[in-house]
């Protein structure tokens, strides 16, 4: 049939911004989000505290480099998904520029599902489908149970629909997609959402688990960061420091604040199966006020054993600790500087997920956003 001028020109629109976005290596998720790491910082901690069903659980601090691997794997994986279901609509014969629907994204998910299962026999989620098998039913190593919520996040406060439109938007682009339904945006968004929330609960759960056996490095011992895992040093890429500790409201009590770190990211998408999950080059987004290298040489800090805690401790195991702000730490030549910088770094950076995190962000807004399809 004879198309409309209102289509022909979302046609044109869409092959322009396909053109433009696949001229571009910017992480489209992080540059829609903007304002560095940290809009992208409330959102995942924002999804990992209303996942939480029942238990409590220390504060989860999002490092830099973290940000910016989560945020390129998620955005990796989902354009993967999108250019299968490009080529399933062009095999049920959608014209010159078939439209991407639902029932692609879903059909996708359950081949993909079909040989994950045969290869590993562990079933996997199908979100289109409403089709959760991502959190056992029992309570976690940790002592947390998570459970996902039956509307994907997507009736809830998270992420205004407008902004989730234009990532879901930019990412299709980047897939070749010129035409996608309303339904099948919805799909994407869900599965944004999902990806950032089940890679954070097993590297939560895994700093639970490497927690007991951390411990403070000497003044002379170094920190190297190598994404080969090359070599006996303790490596930032591999291993987070130890836990900070956080003082409480009672008298004696204190939580904890546990960092999570790339290789955690990327243990985590192997185990799941998440395709691809390894991210190459150097992925650190720094905060506001940052640059990517002032932040990774202020993150050293954190494996050392802070400065005004107890002189007579030779070493501090991760579940002990004397300091009042218990998250600075570094060598001799830190200082009271550091220890400065270490407080104004941590209010901006950790996240209590016990509660519900309201996200106020600033969005980029140099793309249109259209209502429905395109």
């Known amino acids: 049939s004879e198309m409309s001028t209102r289509e022909k020109a979302f046609i044109w629109q869409g092959v322009r911004g396909v053109k433009k976005s696949q001229k571009s290596t910017v992480c489209c998720i992080l540059s829609t989000l903007g304002d560095g790491s940290d809009n992208f910082r409330l959102l995942a901690t924002g999804i990992l505290s209303k996942v939480l069903q029942h238990g409590s659980t220390g504060t989860i601090r999002l490092r830099g480099d973290a940000v910016g691997y989560l945020a390129v794997l998620v955005e990796g994986c989902i354009i993967s998904r999108l250019e299968c279901a490009l080529h399933l609509s062009i095999h049920r014969g959608g014209g010159s520029y078939p439209e991407v629907t639902k029932e692609d994204?879903?059909?996708?998910?359950?081949?993909?599902?079909?040989?994950?299962?045969?290869?590993?026999?562990?079933?996997?989620c199908r979100v289109g489908m409403q089709d959760h098998a991502c959190f056992p039913r029992q309570t976690s190593s940790s002592g947390v149970?998570?459970?996902?919520?039956?509307?994907?996040?997507?009736?809830?406060?998270?992420?205004?629909?407008?902004?989730?439109?234009?990532?879901?938007?930019?990412?299709?682009?980047?897939?070749?997609i010129v035409k996608m339904t309303a339904d099948a945006f919805s799909v994407v968004e869900a599965e944004i959402f999902h990806l950032i929330g089940i890679l954070l609960v097993d590297a939560y759960e895994s700093s639970q688990e490497m927690s007991p056996k951390s411990s403070y490095l000497d003044a002379d011992d170094d920190v190297y960061y190598n994404t080969y895992g090359v070599g006996d040093h303790v490596d930032m890429f591999y291993t987070p420091p130890p836990p900070i500790a956080l003082v409480g409201d009672g008298a004696g009590m204190s939580e904890f604040m546990y960092t999570v770190v790339p290789g955690q990211i990327r243990a985590a998408a192997a185990r799941r199966n998440v395709v691809p999950y390894h991210v190459y080059g150097d992925t650190w987004i720094a905060s506001s006020g940052f640059t990517a290298d002032e932040e990774k040489e202020f993150e050293k800090s954190y494996y050392y054993l802070p400065r005004d805690s107890d002189e007579d401790s030779d070493s501090m195991e991760c579940d002990g600790?004397?300091?009042?702000?218990?998250?600075?730490?570094?060598?001799?030549?830190?200082?009271?500087?550091?220890?400065?910088?270490?407080?104004?770094?941590?209010?901006?950076?950790?996240?209590?997920?016990?509660?519900?995190?309201?996200v106020e962000m600033d969005y980029d807004d140099d793309q249109e956003i259209d209502n429905d399809d395109y």
Do not use: Q
């Open 145 to 176: 149970r998570w459970r996902w919520p039956d509307d994907n996040f997507l009736d809830d406060d998270l992420l205004p629909e407008d902004v989730r439109r234009k990532i879901v938007r930019g990412l299709a682009y980047r897939a070749g």
């Open 321 to 358: 600790g004397d300091s009042e702000s218990g998250s600075d730490g570094g060598d001799s030549e830190s200082g009271s500087e550091g220890a400065t910088s270490t407080k104004t770094k941590t209010e901006d950076e950790d996240v209590d997920f016990d509660d519900d995190v309201d």
């Open 105 to 124: 994204l879903v059909t996708v998910d359950n081949l993909r599902l079909a040989l994950d299962f045969k290869l590993t026999r562990t079933p996997r």
